[in-house]
């Protein structure tokens, strides 16, 4: 590599047109020497591999107080942003009074390892402002395994002259630029100067960055890059300190109004467009507007055409009303033409959804709220009335002179916003911790916290009614490396509830909100601070990407065993979901197991509100924090609004206070049909957890039936009863429905909408994986191929690692790790018929062969996700292809025979079973509180005999607490183990849990008094 890139340096020239041409027009300097300043430049992304890049530069004609002020620089840019590595070889004045020097010296900027600049003037180097314009040319070789540096290389020609080699240096071995392109600034506050002009930016390597000739035709300029890298884009930095003119085609955006692209049902929507040329002037664009529904569906065409009489013009298109009838999701693509050459595409995805007038008054009757509201207006309009963002000490700086909060820096245009749509808030107050747990510092603790809630109540007034003390202590503890955390906590809590209520009777403290339902915790603070330790309990979920319904019976029914009077908020809640363009392939296998498709997201977060509402608890929450979109239920982008918005504004609107009141069906059902009072009107929410089911609803008890989104369905009646397919969205049915008349499996050819990826129709040919383990030594997978066709086919099938979660891994995966068939690669398969094809691995390394039991390279561990992830192509004779790419791990381990087996605790005779050792993921890998194996560390065996199947674990820990019998044990230290014996049909309902445990108060009346022994083993049937 070295050798190809430096033979590249006298053998590439780029042909430009003089009239394409980027410039930088520099208005004031950076005033900041450190690498944190952001520097003026227009860059693209890149990828650390080797590149040979080229510009003209042609030098200013003027400036403050010239040309070249001092510490002033321009040409090219590269960073790694990752290692903090800067460098802007070119023009470069190091530290000259003189700002205008001629010749102007050739010089380079460097910021290493996030310090202070250094700029390098180089000797005898130089370029006469006459022979401007100047060629420059820097190229990056990439350090070699267990090389000390990297290599950087500048080289220069000015106007009319040859190349010359002006700077080669040894740059950090870890330098992987991340960022390229062209720079011009100045680290003086008060310099500027005329535009910059660049010619053209010429690229040549295998990175993403790709050569512009600044005619209009290359790279858009984004706001953000495209998280894959896939679309070339460039992007500004340092601009509000420059004027940039970068020559434009074409270029268009969608312009958000007061709406956000939420719209309410009944009225028109004027969708405005915003266009760009700088080439284009004079002339005129063709704008064809397609309206779909979010299945494709086409609704209305619009065309229109905007002539450029300046550089900037902006069309209105105008949805009629009736044609947006619908609530729910519509998409609206604009097509641009010039002269029957495409220009682009550009794509809005907006929602519909019933008005609502603004609420009169505060509403802390209303259980829904949403953690980190970044638009009120909007979260109001969805009928959220509770909000819930975090007071940190850096957004409510304490001044310690005065003991006042500085409530104005953040938090006052928060609450007026928060306000003005009548929406509370809460916290979380995370004003400050402890360095340790003296007296001293537990005090100033509990001081503090009841002095920012203090002044926050008497600021807003009837604004905030409850404030959270603290958030996820497991994550982030108050007391970090101190024993007793929870026990300090409680004390704190219970303390600063006591104070605030003798300064305010009516305001609700609200415990901590702990990650999970963190019953140690939850027990610790009733064992401390007795009923009365909190107003309110708060706790948090997270089930993604897992079916919402589940447990929250337990978790309710075992916190009101503490604190029987107390009200419960789930408050933090959400899942997350994939970037609208997610799809991953064999080629691109990119996956997020812990992430769901935006319906999904949008189906399960009112399942997960109404099972909650259900159990017992009083407010529910979903989080949406603005600067993580993957998070964010109600939108990706500006552009782009997610369904879960439609589906927060029918629930809220139909259920604004719900009351639980029964269940229509059996626990133990994939169907759901849960029933609430709200407002004197009574509606059941129906859903299915997997198939869809055909239901028959008594006619004469059904005033109306709405889906997910809010839209009255028109059902049909047969002998008194109304016919209803029920699918994983909720539907609901107003009225007061007594029952179920009837229901069962459905298999016909309507698919109610929306519907999940797993409700819609089989592609061609689908294909399923399952583990195949003949023994310890050869786990294989087994890929379930499946024509759904009338016609044959025949092709090939390959497998492989997923390679491109690497952020996942435990250890780096293996290269010498294959995938090889069996027997064949090759299938053939009947029309509607099924075939199977298995692969095993194998190892080119004798030094690493693949072991499952190991647990290390190329094994994911990331929260309650564990395995090995796959893709697989087939591809048929005619040449389709068809991917497969696994969300869920598989662990490929065995579990051997056992003879003569004992189950009496002594696991000598377990010795050569593999051990299942814990991963650290949640709690513990990412909770501080867990201070290594001598505090918690489990590990657990597996294995079979004739009578069935053998589960054998030890479990170290400092202290092991459990006062539970039966099936409450799993409130403290225990085991839960469940088992669904057909793995091929997985069932949400159909399966079995084992709760053990140890419980010190059933010893044996001859045990001595150190031992404990398992006297209780619970088995249930998940209903």
Wanted: charged residues 25%; hydrophobic residues 35%.
């Amino acid at each position: 590599m070295k050798r190809l890139v430096l033979s590249l340096v006298a053998v590439f020239a780029v042909a430009v047109s003089a009239s394409a041409q980027m410039s930088i027009k520099l208005n004031s300097g950076s005033n900041k020497w450190g690498y944190g300043t952001p520097f003026t430049a227009l860059v693209q992304q890149w990828d650390g591999s080797a590149f040979d890049v080229e510009t003209v530069l042609h030098f200013p004609e003027s400036g403050n107080p010239g040309y070249l002020p001092r510490e002033s620089f321009y040409g090219i840019y590269v960073q790694d942003t990752k290692h903090r590595h800067r460098y802007c070889p070119g023009i470069v004045n190091a530290g000259d009074f003189n700002a205008k020097l001629n010749p102007l010296p050739i010089g380079v900027t460097k910021h290493e390892a996030g310090g202070h600049w250094k700029p390098v003037g180089i000797k005898g180097h130089g370029v006469a402002k006459a022979d401007s314009p100047v060629r420059l040319r820097l190229q990056f070789i990439p350090a070699v395994e267990d090389a000390t540096n990297s290599t950087l290389i500048l080289s220069y020609a000015p106007k009319g002259k040859e190349w010359t080699e002006a700077w080669r240096y040894d740059a950090p071995a870890n330098f992987a630029p991340n960022l390229i392109g062209l720079t011009a600034d100045s680290f003086g506050g008060k310099y500027s100067f005329d535009p910059v002009v660049f010619d053209y930016f010429h690229i040549k390597g295998d990175g993403p960055a790709v050569s512009d000739k600044f005619d209009g035709k290359g790279p858009a300029v984004a706001e953000k890059f495209d998280r894959k890298g896939k679309i070339k884009q460039w992007k500004k930095l340092g601009e509000k300190r420059a004027e940039f003119n970068i020559p434009v085609q074409f270029e268009a955006k969608f312009v958000e109004g007061k709406n956000k692209f939420v719209f309410d049902r009944g009225d028109a929507a004027d969708i405005a467009f915003s266009t760009r040329s700088t080439l284009l002037l004079n002339d005129s664009v063709s704008l064809k507007g397609t309206l779909t529904d979010y299945e494709g569906k086409p609704l209305l065409t619009l065309d229109e055409t905007i002539k450029f009489n300046k550089e900037d013009e902006t069309v209105v298109f105008k949805l009629p009303a009736e044609v947006i009838d619908r609530n729910g999701i519509y998409r609206f693509n604009v097509e641009a033409s010039h002269k029957g050459g495409e220009l682009g595409t550009y794509t809005l995805q907006f929602a519909v959804i019933d008005p609502r007038p603004m609420p009169t008054d505060f509403d802390n009757s209303s259980p829904y709220s949403m953690t980190w509201i970044e638009d009120f207006d909007a979260a109001r309009r969805m009928g959220i009335r509770q909000g819930r963002g975090t007071w940190f000490p850096w957004n409510v700086p304490l001044n310690r002179k005065t003991g006042k909060y500085n409530f104005e820096k953040w938090m006052d245009k928060y609450m007026a916003d928060s306000t003005v749509n009548n929406i509370l808030q809460s916290g979380p107050v995370c004003a400050s911790g402890m360095r340790d747990q003296t007296p001293e510092s537990i005090e100033k603790c509990i001081e503090g916290y009841v002095s920012i809630i203090t002044q926050a109540k008497e600021r807003y007034g009837d604004a905030i009614q409850m404030a959270e003390f603290y958030n996820e202590p497991e994550n982030w503890p108050i007391a970090p490396s101190q024993e007793n955390e929870y026990l300090t906590m409680a004390r704190v809590l219970t303390e600063i509830t006591r104070r605030v209520h003798e300064k305010f009777p009516d305001m609700k403290i609200m415990s901590t909100g702990c990650t999970h339902i963190n019953m140690a915790f939850i027990a610790q603070m009733a064992a401390v601070g007795g009923p009365d330790a909190a107003d309110v309990i708060s706790v948090h979920g997270y089930r993604n990407p897992g079916a919402p319904e589940f447990n929250h019976d337990d978790n309710v029914r075992a916190i009101k065993s503490l604190f029987p009077d107390k009200p419960i908020w789930m408050n933090e809640d959400g899942y997350l979901s994939t970037a609208p363009d997610y799809a991953p392939s064999y080629d691109d296998p990119e996956t997020h197991p812990t992430a769901s498709d935006e319906i999904t997201q949008a189906v399960y977060l009112p399942r997960n509100w109404l099972s909650q509402l259900a159990a017992g608890y009083t407010w529910v929450n979903v989080f949406t924090p603005a600067n993580a979109p993957q998070w964010n239920v109600t939108r990706y982008d500006q552009t782009h609004v997610r369904p879960g918005t439609c589906a927060i504004a029918a629930l809220t609107r139909l259920l604004p206070h719900p009351k639980f009141i029964k269940r229509l069906t059996p626990k133990n059902r994939e169907l759901w049909a849960l029933q609430f009072e709200s407002d004197g009107k009574t509606v059941t929410a129906i859903w299915s957890l997997r198939p869809r089911w055909s239901v028959q609803l008594p006619a004469g008890e059904v005033t109306q039936v709405q889906d997910i989104y809010g839209n009255v369905m028109n059902l049909k009646e047969k002998d008194g009863n109304l016919d209803l397919i029920v699918g994983q969205a909720p539907i609901y049915i107003l009225g007061k429905l007594s029952k179920i008349a009837d229901y069962k499996e459905y298999t016909g050819s309507v698919r109610p909408l929306p519907m999940l990826p797993q409700e819609r129709e089989p592609t061609a040919l689908t294909m399923e994986l399952l583990p195949q383990v003949d023994g310890l030594k050869s786990p294989q997978i087994r890929v379930l191929l499946t024509n759904n066709t009338d016609k044959k086919m025949s092709g090939t099938l390959k497998g492989k690692f997923n390679d491109h979660i690497v952020k996942l891994y435990k250890k780096p995966l293996p290269e010498s790790w294959k995938l090889v068939p069996v027997k064949s690669d090759r299938f053939e398969l009947a029309p509607g018929a099924s075939t199977e094809v298995d692969f095993k691995v194998v190892s080119s390394d004798p030094e690493l062969p693949f072991d499952p039991y190991n647990n290390g390279p190329g094994f994911v561990a990331h929260w309650h996700i564990y395995g090995y992830f796959f893709a697989f192509q087939a591809k048929l004779n005619d040449g389709q292809t068809f991917d497969k790419v696994t969300i869920e791990g598989m662990a490929l381990r065995g579990a051997p025979k056992l003879k003569d087996v004992k189950i009496d605790g002594n696991l000598d005779e377990w010795k050569d079973v593999p051990v299942f050792p814990d991963m650290h993921t949640r709690n513990t890998g990412l909770g501080r509180i867990w201070r290594g194996p001598s505090d918690h560390s489990p590990s657990f065996k597996i294995a079979w005999c004739d009578k069935g199947l053998l589960f054998a674990s030890e479990v170290q820990d400092d202290i092991h607490h459990q006062i539970y019998n039966g099936s409450e044990m799993w409130r403290c230290d225990s085991i839960d183990l469940a088992i669904d014996p057909d793995y091929e049909h997985l069932s949400f309902v159909d399966y079995h849990v084992f709760t053990l445990g140890l419980n010190p108060k059933n010893k044996g009346a001859n045990d001595s008094a150190d031992v404990e022994k398992r006297k209780e083993q619970c088995y249930r049937r998940r209903a």
